[in-house]
């Protein structure tokens, strides 16, 4: 055959495939004898037949007698060990048929599909693999890599197709443990989600052997998909009458000036809500719409001056900075983008109570446009900054710094820039603030 399904992962969390420890001591619990047991008592036995031997035979006066014995000892002594070794051989044979019984009927057995991959050649499939893909056998799944590959067409979620050296088969080969979901093209033609699990068998011999699981995942894909729906929905009706309730507000404050104070809470909780139900609607129609969105060319430096003007007139208390030396040209979606640049903005603002500065830079080099958002408030606590780009998640939920919010920004701007071939990352410490940046490729003609 990346993202996801807790069976799926789960089967790749060691290097790569490598036989337990149950299976490992098969061979102790199969035998008397472990092999390093057998060998000492073999050299022991063979010393002692030796020795016993030669001081019996040295007691015969007869040289000629005594050489005959001694052959004939000689001879008995490879004898008995080729019985030995025939026996040990006969048991570790059925101890290893017996062991690769058990294993297959263990494969067999489960309800996640299995592949085995040597090569460029699919050599093994389970009842579950075949069931899953939809193929009327087993022989339907085994043999060439590319005709399997382009019978079932692995694309990812979206629907976009995959370049065959990014797919999971072909990753694991080169060593890498892949988790990922793809789309494909069952055997009878229906369309499935699926959470692929790959990985190199490790182990001598072992060189060009990957290990695929997987499993169907489309029933919850297809619910997070009416999730996004409904959340879409649900936030496009909510617009309407909030508009409503903040325009009557401006309203009766004009016609009342005695109760402007109140009305001015009212108005600046309805902008809060308007800008929640803005981010649900963002994020809901992002995870719906699979395309990149309008593409042109812009300067990155402008926008961040246009943004940065934008958000310093709400936040008075904070110094708000722009270093941005020279025009820094890209090819996107610019609305898309200045969503990014104004949800970093409003982060750092957000988590600085204190005031202070806040410092957007926009660098270009190396065929990329960096931009950075570094602030001094209260940083991400060090056991939450591995989640910090999971959707729906708030770093600092549950504590005294906990400042409301959907924990959509974040997840919205990693999809946002992951889609404009971009990559986002951060540094934080905690008490000392966070400087989050993220990545675009430069355009083509743009100056280093």
Known sequence: MERTGAAAADSGSAQGISPPAAVRSRWG???????????????????????????????????????????????????LSAALLLELVRRARRGLLGLGTEVRAAVESMLDGVLVVDGGEVVEANRAAVELLGAGGKDELLGDLELFVARFQPRTTEGSPLPASELPIARALRGERVTQELAVRRGDGQEVVLSVAAAPVVGQGARGLVVIVFRDVSAAHRLESMRDEFLATAAHELKTPLAVVKAYAQLVQRRAPAEAPALAVVERQVDRMTRLVQHLLDASR?????????TERFDLAGLAAEVVEGVRRAATRHDLQLRAPAPALVQGDRERVARVLRSLLDNAVRFSPRGGPVVTSVELGGGEVVVSVADQGLGIPEDRQARIFERYYRAHAGTADDYGGLGLSLDTSREIVSRHGGRIWFESTPGRGSTFRFSLPAAQGAGA
């Open 286 to 294: 992002l995870r719906l719409d699979p395309g990149a969105g309008p």
């Open 29 to 79: 619990r199969g035998l008397p004898w472990t092999p390093p047991r057998a060998v000492i008592a073999y050299a022991a036995v063979g010393l002692c037949w030796f020795v016993v031997a030669g001081r019996a035979l040295s007691l015969v006066r007869d040289a000629a007698l005594r050489d005959e014995l001694w052959t004939a000892q000689g001879v008995a002594f490879v004898l």
